[in-house]
């Protein structure tokens, strides 16, 4: 399973951008994929996630209104829409995987990061303050 995360860059505080990730060897018919976002000397948490054997989604309360996750299973790609950016965005962002589907089964901020196999290299979201 490889996953290739793009998309991040600079933007101003209120800015928008959609993160992409490139799964390949994965299939989209089960299991999920999570956003995960690491900010300077904090811990990874989860941003949101996408349960494909039941279609639930899950946005971390903090960018609830804000941020949507999505998903285009014909190019095995999932999406993460960031709308009205905060400097407390600021952070490497992880899309990972995991076959099963217990990565996505309830709220993402009660989902412990080791539910997930496969992890991207991360993109880098900076949002000045």
């Known amino acids: 399973v490889q996953l290739v995360e793009s998309g991040g860059g600079l933007v101003q505080n209120g800015g928008s951008l959609r993160l992409s990730c490139a799964a390949s060897g994965f299939t989209f018919d089960d299991g999920a994929i999570g956003w995960w976002r690491q900010a300077p000397g904090k811990e990874r948490e989860g941003v949101s996630c996408?349960?494909?054997?039941?279609?639930?989604?899950s946005v971390r309360d903090s960018v609830k209104g804000r941020f949507s996750i999505s998903s285009d299973n014909a190019k095995n790609t999932v999406f993460l829409q960031m709308n009205s950016l905060k400097s407390e965005d600021t952070a490497v962002y992880y899309c990972?995987?995991?076959?099963?589907?217990?990565?996505?089964?309830?709220?993402?901020?009660?989902?412990?990061?080791?539910?997930?196999?496969?992890w991207g290299q991360g993109t880098q979201v900076t949002v000045p303050s």
């Open positions: 990972a995987a995991e076959a099963t589907g217990w990565g996505c089964t309830g709220r993402i901020d009660g989902i412990d990061e080791s539910e997930y196999d496969y």
């Open positions: 996408i349960n494909f054997s039941d279609g639930r989604t």
